[in-house]
């Protein structure tokens, strides 16, 4: 049916071109939302602020060192850890494999943890979290081929 080709080829083009432009305004504001992170008052600080790891027993943002004061967030559960201390957990050597991949309070498996500034409780939220960081890595593998 070369009629209706044609007639719906023209529309196709048009929502092509518009979502090139929805995909600029997208990224925009991703780069505003990352910025105002940084904000210490924001309500993501507030609600990390006293968070505490389930490992060391210490506030996640109390830690002597600045580059541990990030938390290792677990895809599959809501149990809270410093990234420093979730790495070492997953590295030790006394537990079966099984053992270490999962979380150290509820033995949940998680194949991987996310390491985030801010803690993530809410699963809503750790699911758009986990697909940002999924596309990033789907991008920055298609920059590097
Ligand atoms: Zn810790
Ligand atoms: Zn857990």
């Not at 925009?28 to 389930?54: A, N, P, W």
């Not at 979730?86 to 991949?101: G, H, M, P």
């Not at 194949?111 to 758009?128: A, H």
Request: with cysteine; proline share 3%.
């Amino acid at each position: 049916m070369p009629g209706l080709v044609r007639s719906v080829s023209s529309p196709i083009l048009m929502d092509k071109s518009k979502e090139t432009e929805h995909h600029e305004a997208k990224h925009q504001t991703s780069l505003k939302i990352l910025h105002s992170k940084m904000d210490h008052s924001s309500f993501q600080y507030e609600r990390s602020r006293d968070v505490v790891c389930g490992i060391c027993m210490d506030k996640v943002y109390d830690k002597q060192i600045a580059e541990e004061r990030i938390f290792g967030i677990l895809p599959n559960c809501s149990h809270a850890y410093c990234v420093g201390c979730i790495k070492r957990w997953r590295k030790t050597r006394d537990f079966q494999n099984e053992v270490i991949k999962g979380c150290p309070q509820c033995r949940v498996k998680s194949s991987y943890f996310i390491p985030n500034k801010y803690w993530i409780g809410d699963s809503e939220e750790k699911l758009q979290l986990i697909k940002i960081l999924k596309q990033r890595l789907v991008r920055s593998a298609a920059d590097s081929s």
